[in-house]
Structures are given as C-alpha cells and as structure tokens.
C-alpha cells in the first residue's frame, strides 16, 4: 500500500518561507504521480502542485505559480513543497497526495487515490 506521511507544517509571517516534506513509500516512482493539494478552513480542497513521469514535469495553479515548487528526493522517497511569499491565504491544512500514471499523464489531483493526514501551515 502506498503510504504518506507529511511534516513541517507550523505558523510563518506573511511573505516567509516554508519547506513542507512528505515520506512516501509503496509505490513505483516512475509509474506514479504525486501532489499536494489544501483545503482552507470554510473552502473546498485546491491542488497547488502536482509532479509526474520521474519528476520531469511539474504543474502548478496560477494561485501559486512562482512561489511554490514540488521537488521529489529517490533516495529517501521524500516529497518537498518549497513555500516562498507566503500570504495569509495560503493557510490552510496541506496533504501530500499519489495516484497511478493514466495514459502518460495524471488525473486532477483532488483525485487522487491516496493522501496523506496533512499538515498545518498558518500565515499571519
């Protein structure tokens, strides 16, 4: 079974920075699609960045394009989501999400088969 667990989630000033990881383990890292998506308290869940086919393309809504970036270390099957210039609408509750390749690419990642318990980020 695929499992995510996500940390360094905590409270940051407007326009900081913030690095998010995710352990990821049972899946086959060129087969699979990995996310992150958030949900902010009273909103509907967002997908922020989504990375696929061995880590060579990224793709990222226009909310955060610029600022953040989805990275992948295969050595620890670790997930990054680098934050810059964060603003108060970027809190919210982050988890880390996988889901099988579907012809080559990756599905929207609200649906993705497996997520992980999140991660709390606070931008005052």
């Known amino acids: 079974d695929v499992q995510l667990v996500e940390s360094g989630g905590k409270t940051v000033q407007t326009g900081g920075s913030l690095r998010l990881s995710c352990q990821a383990s049972g899946y086959h890292h060129s087969a699979y699609c990995l996310a992150w998506i958030r949900q902010a308290p009273g909103k509907g869940r967002e997908g922020v960045a989504v990375?696929?086919?061995?880590?060579?393309?990224?793709q990222y809504p226009d909310s955060v394009m610029g600022r953040f970036t989805i990275t992948r270390d295969y050595d620890k099957d670790l997930v990054y989501l680098l934050m810059n210039d964060l603003k108060p609408e970027d809190t919210a509750m982050y988890y880390c999400?996988?889901?099988?390749?579907?012809?080559?690419?990756?599905?929207?990642?609200?649906?993705?088969?497996?997520r992980g318990q999140g991660t709390q980020v606070t931008v005052s």
């Open positions: 999400a996988a889901d099988q390749l579907y012809g080559g690419g990756c599905r929207d990642a609200l649906t993705f088969a497996y």
């Open positions: 990375l696929w086919i061995g880590g060579a393309q990224t």
